[in-house]
């Protein structure tokens, strides 16, 4: 692993506004044929910014694929960078002190270690969009049912049943699913964030084919109903929604 530290530049990242996410890639993958990664430079790097004097602040970490021969040019070698899950929670709010040679913009692993942590901030709130906006993807899902941020989602969620939709980005599919009585909607789609199917038939035969297969999934919600309402009525809801949507003869549901 290797640890980089990029600086506002002429030529390259120039203040803040450029901090976006191809420009950080495309400036990161770029490299002089003779610099401080060497021949191979290692499988993971994690990037940070100069943040004021020697703090430096994590932006994202690459998962190096190697180079890429046919964007070589006479200077520069060009590598094949996809971005990683490596410390993402930490992506904007660990802030460490670079060593007291600033100029030395890439470290290994090892003395990157020793650095100390300058900060660590709070996460940014991820606000309650309402029940009619809601609209994630399935990594998003794992997220919300887990991180700190997501904390007034899984309240609103937690306190309603309702009827919601899977909808799968790959086919065009929809499922319809319900939450009723004690689990609520945070409860059902907690097993989603777990195992990407929760237990739906046609969803466990996807997911049988392809583990993976459920970060095509989009999920949304169709109707809430409070806590105190029966059964009987949400099921009833489901049933109108999977007719009118047609996933029982062209989507997802299998009863």
């Given at each position: 692993m290797?640890?980089?530290?990029?600086?506002?530049?002429?030529d390259?990242?120039?203040?803040?506004?450029d901090?976006?996410?191809?420009n950080?890639?495309?400036y990161?993958?770029r490299?002089?044929?003779?610099n401080?990664?060497?021949?191979?430079?290692?499988?993971?790097?994690?990037?940070?910014m100069a943040?004021?004097r020697?703090?430096?602040?994590?932006l994202?970490a690459y998962e190096?694929h190697g180079?890429?021969?046919g964007?070589r040019t006479?200077?520069v070698?060009?590598?094949?960078?996809?971005?990683?899950d490596?410390?993402?929670?930490?992506a904007?709010?660990?802030v460490?002190?670079?060593?007291?040679?600033?100029?030395?913009w890439a470290k290994?692993?090892?003395?990157?270690?020793?650095?100390?942590?300058a900060?660590?901030?709070?996460?940014?709130?991820?606000?309650f969009?309402g029940f009619d906006?809601?609209l994630?993807?399935h990594?998003?899902?794992q997220?919300m049912?887990t991180?700190?941020?997501?904390?007034?989602?899984?309240?609103?969620?937690?306190?309603?049943?309702?009827?919601?939709?899977?909808?799968?980005?790959?086919?065009?599919?929809l499922?319809?699913?319900?939450?009723d009585?004690?689990?609520r909607?945070l409860?059902r789609?907690?097993?989603y964030a777990?195992d990407?199917?929760g237990?739906?038939i046609?969803?466990?035969g996807?997911?049988?084919?392809?583990?993976?297969?459920?970060r095509?999934?989009w999920?949304?919600?169709l109707?809430?109903f409070g806590?105190?309402v029966?059964?009987?009525e949400v099921d009833a809801?489901?049933s109108?929604f999977?007719n009118?949507?047609?996933?029982?003869?062209?989507g997802l549901?299998?009863n």
């Open positions: 290797v640890i980089l530290r990029h600086t506002y530049t002429d390259g990242l120039r203040a803040s506004g901090l976006t996410v191809d950080v890639l495309d990161t993958r490299q002089e044929h003779k401080k990664l060497g021949k191979n430079p290692p499988r993971h790097w994690l990037v940070f943040d004021g020697r703090r430096s602040r994590f994202v190096n180079e890429v021969p964007e006479e200077t070698r060009c590598f094949d960078l996809r971005p990683s490596v410390l993402s929670v930490l904007g709010r660990l460490i002190e670079w060593s007291g040679d600033t100029v030395n290994t692993a090892d003395r990157a270690s020793v650095f100390p942590v900060e660590i901030a709070d996460p940014e709130v991820v606000p969009p906006n809601v994630i993807d990594a998003e899902l997220a049912v991180d700190a941020r997501y904390a007034g989602w899984r309240t609103a969620l937690g306190s309603v049943q309702g009827v919601y939709l899977i909808a799968d980005a790959s086919t065009g599919q499922y319809v699913g319900k939450a009585g004690a689990e909607i409860g789609w907690t097993a777990r990407g199917h237990g739906n046609a969803l466990r996807l997911a049988g084919l392809d583990p993976t297969h459920a095509s999934f999920f949304s919600i109707r809430v806590p105190s029966p059964m009987a809801a489901e109108h999977k009118a949507l047609l996933t029982r003869s062209h549901n299998r």
